[in-house]
């Protein structure tokens, strides 16, 4: 049946149902089937309806094939009068920056073009549409082809023209920015994380690389975890679920995060430079390059392929003009590996993180917290998850709290023995950066880099190039201004160290001998700290309650 015509046979249904007083719910189950006959596929996937209790967030947002929003839908009881219900969905339209926008009761439907000054384009009712549905097929879903060098670069000008600006951690823009890249059903980030999993399996034979990397952060790295523990996200990914796949699931779900982090920290070098000093060209118009580059000269088009190779000298290229420390090569980068394995495997890896360069590339980081980073992270893991494998967030009025008491606020040396994803060392920086205000850029970086002015250490991997990515976004701004008066600035590293604060590290063999320690000697002196302790008959409470 042809989309026109299932879309009336929706209707028709809607019509006769309207004959009783129908829920908001029921309104919305009868709406359900018009998204089917205008092409999406499922709730979850391309049809986000709103979660019991959740609010300030529409009823229903409609997502073309690249994760953009096609419409965003807010739905009434009929006996609902729509007038007073215009400003709600009108800040999702200004927040969200779909295409189409949809308020109606079921009788009377108000439409809503992006980019109109007057937000109604168009009001009709369900009689009008019975007789001709095409208000309704401009809701219809886009299927983009992401091998196509016109398309692609429509879509890349589209999402520049109408991107979304995430602000707080509660505003709609940075709720669906943290739904995008969660762990969640249809998710480009869960896609990316199914792929390279598959990807692991396909080359655990054939690359060398993969398997020094997953050995290495298995012996050193890796949190003890049994499958009793395992949060459902994870074991849902797991077709056959044994403790091998999940330490292997373990190791790519860092790997996913690593490669989103990257691009979500190059596309806030673009939004936040905005005088071109330490990118020349934004990140959309730099992928496009690399995909220019490819293109198959027979066909004029670029083959799905072709996008983990074009990531992978993206990420060169940063590591030698950009954060060298961030995007140079670690034991996170095996899925470079990727045409060692199975052919149509490695498809679906590229295509992946071709989705997920597209989604980013679809918001504004220039207002970017790096406690967004954070979040994204916790996301990850349920508190009973992160406390069997020793992850601890500790929040930041409690890190605020934390350097009060030791008297941090802006000078002086400060060291994070555990720094995890840098909670402590980012809200120093702040200080830091607030109490050097007026300063020369190049100076005040020179205070972090080379004086060692804030320092983190861990022992993992993983966390230390989190803490690095989450400094150096708060840093973009110091950067750009530095390197507008010396180009030839490059932070080479950031004073963040993978090591075991607890030990001291030796060199084997003779050097062992000689006591010769390798790393950086800030001397030793004995602090003595009295601790207040309060003696309560009951638990003390930290809020006030009125």
């Known amino acids: 049946m042809q989309a026109p015509s299932r879309l009336l046979v929706c209707l028709e249904a809607l019509d006769r149902a309207l004959a009783r007083p129908l829920t908001e719910d029921e309104v919305e189950r009868l709406f359900n089937q018009i998204y089917h006959a205008l092409g999406y596929t499922s709730e979850g996937l391309d049809i986000r309806g709103k979660r019991a209790g959740e609010s300030g967030v529409p009823d229903v947002v409609l997502l073309n094939s690249d994760g953009s929003f096609a419409a965003v839908i807010e739905l009434k009881k009929p006996s609902e009068e729509l007038t007073s219900h215009e400003p709600q969905i009108r800040d999702y339209l200004r927040e969200l920056r779909p295409a189409w926008g949809l308020l109606s009761n079921g009788t009377e439907f108000w439409f809503y073009r992006r980019g109109r000054a007057l937000p109604i384009a168009e009001a009709t009712t369900l009689d009008s549409l019975r007789e001709d549905p095409t208000p309704l097929l401009n809701l219809r879903k886009q299927t983009f082809d992401l091998e196509d060098l016109d398309v692609i670069e429509a879509r890349f000008r589209d999402y520049a023209e109408h991107a979304l600006q995430p602000i707080t951690l509660n505003d709609v823009a940075s709720r669906f920015f943290l739904e995008a890249f969660s762990l969640s059903e249809g998710t480009v980030f869960t896609e990316l994380v199914s792929a390279l999993f598959e990807l692991f ?319 950086m000697d800030f001397g030793e002196e004995e602090i003595r700290v009295r601790i207040l302790i309060c003696q309560c008959k009951r638990e003390p409470s930290l809020f006030k309650s009125n």
């Open 201 to 519: 399996i396909s080359l655990e034979d054939t690359s060398r690389f993969l398997n020094g990397s997953f050995s290495f952060w298995r012996i050193f790295h890796a949190r003890r975890l049994s499958l009793d523990d395992a949060p459902e996200s994870w074991l849902r990914l797991l077709t056959h679920r044994s403790e091998g796949n999940l330490y292997r699931l373990m190791f790519v779900l860092e790997t996913a995060y690593v490669v989103t982090a990257r691009l979500i920290l190059a596309k806030a070098v673009q939004d936040k430079d905005v005088g071109r000093h330490l990118l020349r060209y934004p990140l959309h118009e730099a992928v496009f390059a690399q995909l220019r580059a490819r293109t198959d000269p027979r066909t004029g088009r670029v083959p799905i392929i072709e996008y983990a190779p074009g990531i992978i000298d993206l990420f060169a290229s940063y590591s030698r003009t950009l954060f060298s420390g961030i995007f140079s090569e670690d034991i996170f980068d095996w899925w470079q590996d990727f045409h060692l394995g199975e052919v149509a495997v490695g498809h679906r890896f590229s295509r992946a993180l071709a989705q997920l360069a597209f989604s980013i590339l679809r918001f504004d980081f220039t207002n970017l917290d790096s406690d967004f980073l954070g979040e994204l992270y916790q996301r990850y893991f349920d508190p009973e998850t992160r406390k069997d494998l020793g992850e601890f967030y500790t929040p930041v009025d409690l890190v605020d709290f934390i350097l009060d008491c030791v008297g941090y606020h802006g000078s002086g040396r400060l060291l994070d023995p555990a720094c995890g994803s840098g909670t402590f060392l980012i809200r120093a920086l702040r200080r830091y950066l607030n109490a050097n205000e007026g300063r020369p850029p190049e100076h005040v970086l020179a205070g972090i880099t080379d004086e060692f002015q804030l320092i983190g250490f861990d022992i993992n991997p993983f966390a230390v190039l989190m803490s690095e990515i989450n400094v150096a976004a708060l840093l973009v701004p110091l950067y750009a201004e530095a390197v507008s008066r010396d180009r030839h600035v490059v932070l080479r590293r950031l004073p963040i160290i993978q090591t075991d604060s607890l030990r001291r590290e030796y060199r084997e063999g003779e050097a062992m001998h000689a006591g010769i320690q390798l790393g």
